[in-house]
């Protein structure tokens, strides 16, 4: 049996984040993972972006408030040998009819400071020469966006939490949670699977909800979301200056890539907790979407998969101690953001558990508001402290 302050369970990014921000905060951590490596659902899955004007405004705060975590270890080749982000402009097009979208993609921009321009459809085909002549009627383009080196951020939140003593459990399938006096008992399927917690920390992306039901929580409502996508070989077509090339309306996007494009339709099809599987249908939709904007390749498919993007019944992230057990603290529902917000939101979770003062973003992300009542944040929070502290 293994002893510490918190476990967390879930070994993406957000659990493993969530590991690093509380191990360097001195706190005894497990994380529990049930496949054998850690990242391989949703984290290993995403289309690698980081972009400031995307999401909720909540979101995109967070998204803000995380950069100088990827730029400061970026900087440092020593480390990791190289940046973490790379450049590659965001260019959201739309259709005479997509207009609304046009502005409210500018808006959202300018809500994190961005300072973006509605482009014609010339300037647009200047930066993006592959879009169909007539398209295209207006364009945003964001230069506030990067590329994001997925393992190796992952890999630095992993190295950051074992450097700091946190404890790593793969292949750690939880069959039950039990909490009694503020001792959670979690159960996994090997022989040396069981972990005692002051804290447990739900960062498990889709079956967050499962979590919670196993440990006596009332579910909070999350909905797994599919999201496909496919590599499509470039040919002779340079992608080295190419943008992130997107419908206003999110009905696909289209990322290049060293010899290949990444095509998505940009599906949201509700789903169970699963290894997701990309579907023909979907596959053969991006395709058409794609083909219908650009000239781009439209065929020779080199790679499909799928992963589950999880939101909450209002669509922000859930950061914070359940209201009605406060050792129970959520970090779900990120909505395909949890990569770029991923330090913001596990310093956020930190500070719950550590009983530390918490900003008015995160009063605002914490579970109290689905569940409709008021919350107490220093209840909270200095149970979770005295839990760690003894």
């Given at each position: 049996?293994?002893?510490?302050?918190?476990?967390?369970?879930?070994?993406?990014?957000?659990?493993?984040?969530?590991?690093?921000?509380?191990?360097?905060?001195?706190?005894?951590?497990?994380?529990?993972?049930?496949?054998?490596?850690?990242?391989?659902?949703?984290?290993?899955?995403?289309?690698?972006?980081?972009?400031?004007?995307?999401?909720?405004?909540?979101?995109?705060?967070?998204?803000?408030?995380?950069?100088?975590?990827?730029?400061?270890?970026?900087?440092?080749?020593?480390?990791?040998?190289?940046?973490?982000?790379?450049?590659?402009?965001?260019?959201?097009?739309?259709?005479?009819?997509?207009?609304?979208?046009?502005?409210?993609?500018?808006?959202?921009?300018?809500?994190?400071?961005?300072?973006?321009?509605?482009?014609?459809?010339?300037?647009?085909?200047?930066?993006?020469?592959?879009?169909?002549?007539?398209?295209?009627?207006?364009?945003?383009?964001?230069?506030?966006?990067?590329?994001?080196?997925?393992?190796?951020?992952?890999?630095?939140?992993?190295?950051?939490?074992?450097?700091?003593?946190?404890?790593?459990?793969?292949?750690?399938?939880?069959?039950?949670?039990?909490?009694?006096?503020?001792?959670?008992?979690?159960?996994?399927?090997?022989?040396?699977?069981?972990?005692?917690?002051?804290?447990?920390?739900?960062?498990?992306?889709?079956?967050?909800?499962v979590v919670a039901d196993m440990a006596g929580v009332e579910p909070i409502g999350l909905e797994p979301r599919r999201r496909t996508a496919c590599t499509v070989a470039s040919g002779d077509i340079d992608t080295t200056d190419l943008p992130?090339?997107?419908?206003?309306?999110?009905?696909?996007?289209?990322?290049?890539?060293?010899?290949?494009?990444?095509?998505?339709?940009?599906?949201?099809?509700?789903?169970?907790?699963?290894?997701?599987?990309?579907?023909?249908?979907?596959?053969?939709?991006?395709?058409?979407?794609?083909?219908?904007?650009?000239?781009?390749?439209?065929?020779?498919?080199?790679?499909?998969?799928?992963?589950?993007?999880?939101?909450?019944?209002?669509?922000?992230?859930?950061?914070?101690?359940?209201?009605?057990?406060?050792?129970?603290?959520?970090?779900?529902?990120?909505?395909?953001?949890?990569?770029?917000?991923?330090?913001?939101?596990?310093?956020?979770?930190?500070?719950?558990?550590?009983?530390?003062?918490?900003?008015?973003?995160?009063?605002?992300?914490?579970?109290?508001?689905?569940?409709?009542?008021?919350?107490?944040?220093?209840?909270?929070?200095?149970?979770?402290?005295?839990?760690?502290?003894?």
């Open positions: 049996m293994s002893k510490v302050d918190v476990c967390v369970i879930g070994g993406g990014i957000a659990g493993t984040s969530v590991a690093s921000a509380l191990a360097e905060r001195g706190a005894t951590v497990a994380v529990c993972e049930r496949h054998g490596q850690l990242g391989t659902q949703t984290t290993g899955r995403s289309a690698a972006m980081f972009l400031e004007g995307y999401g909720t405004h909540n979101l995109r705060l967070l998204t803000k408030a995380s950069r100088s975590w990827f730029d400061d270890w970026g900087a440092d080749d020593d480390l990791i040998g190289g940046p973490l982000l790379r450049q590659r402009t965001m260019l959201s097009i739309g259709r005479a009819d997509q207009r609304q979208g046009i502005d409210r993609q500018v808006a959202a921009c300018e809500t994190v400071g961005n300072a973006v321009s509605i482009l014609g459809e010339d300037q647009a085909r200047i930066m993006h020469p592959h879009l169909r002549i007539g398209y295209v009627d207006a364009a945003v383009a964001d230069e506030a966006s990067f590329e994001i080196d997925v393992e190796r951020s992952l890999q630095m939140f992993y190295r950051t939490a074992r450097r700091a003593g946190a404890e790593f459990h793969l292949t750690h399938d939880i069959w039950r949670v039990e909490g009694s006096s503020a001792t959670w008992t979690v159960h996994a399927t090997d022989v040396d699977g069981t972990i005692q917690a002051g804290v447990l920390v739900n960062a498990a992306g889709a079956w967050g909800d992130l090339l997107v419908d206003i309306d999110e009905k696909f996007y289209v990322k290049p890539e060293s010899g290949h494009f990444l095509y998505s339709p940009a599906d949201t099809t509700p789903s169970a907790p699963m290894d997701a599987r990309a579907e023909e249908i979907d596959v053969a939709l991006a395709l058409e979407r794609v083909a219908a904007a650009t000239t781009l390749p439209a065929r020779s498919v080199t790679a499909s998969w799928a992963g589950l993007r999880t939101f909450s019944p209002d669509g922000e992230i859930v950061l914070g101690p359940e209201p009605s057990r406060p050792e129970f603290v959520w970090c779900v529902g990120q909505g395909g953001t949890g990569i770029q917000t991923a330090p913001a939101a596990a310093a956020i979770v930190a500070d719950h558990v550590a009983g530390e003062s918490n900003s008015a973003l995160s009063d605002q992300l914490r579970p109290e508001r689905i569940r409709g009542v008021p919350h107490s944040s220093q209840h909270g929070s200095q149970q979770n402290a005295d839990a760690i502290n003894g």
